[in-house]
């Protein structure tokens, strides 16, 4: 195993060692005034007209959509190892639902939620009864991860344009991270979680094309 992939791999266990500690925190109810908080004040300060849009970043997350995207990717990375990418995006799934299994972290109540649009994929309707981590951070994050590495690792695209996309990646994933607090679907120490497990997943995957 060269540098590289040292590198990739030991930052992949770490943030995943970061995810169980802080998880294990969260069971404590340690965040529990400070994710009260935070929705309050996003929603107090985010005017409702972004509640349409940011229902619609909202199914973007989803696993249906996300996997999709994770295919497409296959498609044009034409690696027959990517498959490991997509068997890392499984096993990021076992863990969001131990989380949710053994978390005890209640969502936040109804009067909290602004999701407008009258549709839903179908994973959508499982509700485990816990809301940590947020599946939707930890799958936007892997794919976001996924993106920066096959970007940064494209000869063909130049310096410049790199950073732009990669701007546009972090944007998307912050604009992610905000939404679901916002829209009451889940509290800051959820969207925290699902990132590290979301990152430390995406970063182990890419271990498979280096």
């Not at 690696?79 to 131990?98: A, D, M, P, Q, T």
């Not at 839903?120 to 930890?138: D, E, I, K």
């Amino acid at each position: 195993m060269n540098n590289r992939r040292l590198l990739v791999f030991f930052s992949g266990i770490i943030i995943f060692a970061l995810f169980v500690l802080f998880s294990y925190l969260v069971h404590k109810d340690l965040f529990t005034q400070l994710d009260f908080d935070t929705t309050v004040r996003l929603q107090d300060k985010i005017s409702t007209s972004l509640n349409t849009p940011f229902s619609f970043l909202s199914l973007v997350g989803s696993f249906e959509i996300t996997m999709i995207i994770l295919l497409v990717l296959w498609v044009f990375t034409r690696k027959l190892r990517y498959i490991f990418v997509l068997f890392s995006f499984g096993f990021l799934h076992v863990f969001e639902l131990y989380g949710k299994a053994f978390v005890e972290h209640p969502g936040p109540p109804y009067l909290f939620f602004r999701y407008d649009i009258p549709f839903q994929f179908p994973t959508s309707y499982v509700q485990p009864g816990s809301s940590y981590p947020s599946g939707h951070l930890a799958r936007t994050i892997f794919i976001s991860v996924v993106l920066l590495f096959l970007v940064g690792g494209n000869k063909k695209i130049g310096r410049n344009l790199k950073l732009i996309l990669t701007f546009l990646i972090v944007a998307f994933d912050l604009l992610m991270f905000i939404s679901r607090i916002y829209l009451g679907e889940h509290w800051f120490s959820d969207v925290l979680g699902g990132s590290l497990l979301g990152a430390a997943m995406g970063l182990i995957s890419t271990l498979f094309l280096l």
